[in-house]
């Protein structure tokens, strides 16, 4: 079936470190993936999206990795802050490109 | 420009009633999606609206539809509310399914 996962619920870094959150999806078909960030009481905020015809794309601060033989999706945060504090999510289209598919989440707690 | 909105943030009903959620998608976008979110289920798919057409439609029952007008503003109704449907009710807007969503803050929703 489908699904996206994340292999750790929560991660801990302290602030200045680099923090890493992957994602294991087992659609090997599909071709689109997202990292949504949620904050408390808010709803889901886009990162970063990454196409499966490339391997890394990178935004502010944030790297996505994509590993298409593994079928492994993993997020980078540079330098991270408290205000970087949140679920964050992996989705991927799924195998009919209907519907996004959402991983359960990792909270990431960054420490001062 | 303008964000996602949707109405009301806060909803408490008993069961057996009936809800109707609005969303506003961002100026341009023609793709509205709904999910659910739950503690235990995390973010799941509902439906999906392309001018006005539901393209896709996840694994709910028929309790649960929606539409969507002529200006993109979309809406979803849940009928004979049970006590599960308490959740956060999440739309997002894109330019198209592929493309990157844009989440409202969601409505929550209570169910007494």
């Known amino acids: 079936g489908e699904s996206v996962g994340l292999h750790l619920p929560t991660l801990s870094v302290q602030e200045g470190d680099n923090s890493i959150i992957n994602c294991a999806y087992s659609?090997?078909?599909?071709?689109?993936f997202i990292w949504y960030k949620q904050e408390s009481g808010k709803g889901p905020q886009f990162i970063i999206d990454?196409?499966?015809?490339?391997d890394k794309r990178q935004g502010q601060r944030v790297t996505v990795l994509l590993n298409k033989t593994v079928k492994h999706l993993s997020l980078q945060i540079a330098a991270t802050q408290p205000g970087d504090s949140a679920v964050y999510f992996c989705?991927?289209?799924?195998?009919?490109?209907?519907?996004?598919?959402f991983g359960k989440g990792t909270t990431l707690s960054v420490s001062s | 420009k303008a964000g996602v909105t949707q109405t009301p943030r806060y909803l408490i009903k008993t069961r057996g009633q009936q809800v109707t959620l609005s969303c506003s998608p961002i100026?341009?976008?023609?793709?509205v999606s709904w999910y659910q979110q739950t503690p235990g289920q995390g973010l799941q798919f509902l439906f999906e609206?392309?001018?006005?057409?539901?393209?896709n439609k996840g694994n709910f029952p028929g309790r649960f539809s929606g539409r969507q007008f002529s200006n993109s503003r979309s809406e979803m109704n849940v009928s004979t509310l049970e006590l599960g449907d308490s959740a956060l009710y999440l739309c997002a807007s894109s330019l198209d399914l592929d493309r990157e969503g844009y989440f409202g803050p969601g409505t929550r929703l209570t169910v007494t």
């Open positions: 989705a991927e289209i799924n195998q009919a490109g209907t519907a996004l598919i």
């Open positions: 990454i196409r499966s015809n490339m």
């Open positions: 609206y392309f001018s006005e057409t539901q393209r």
């Open positions: 659609n090997s078909a599909s071709d689109y």
């Open positions: 100026s341009g976008h023609r793709s």
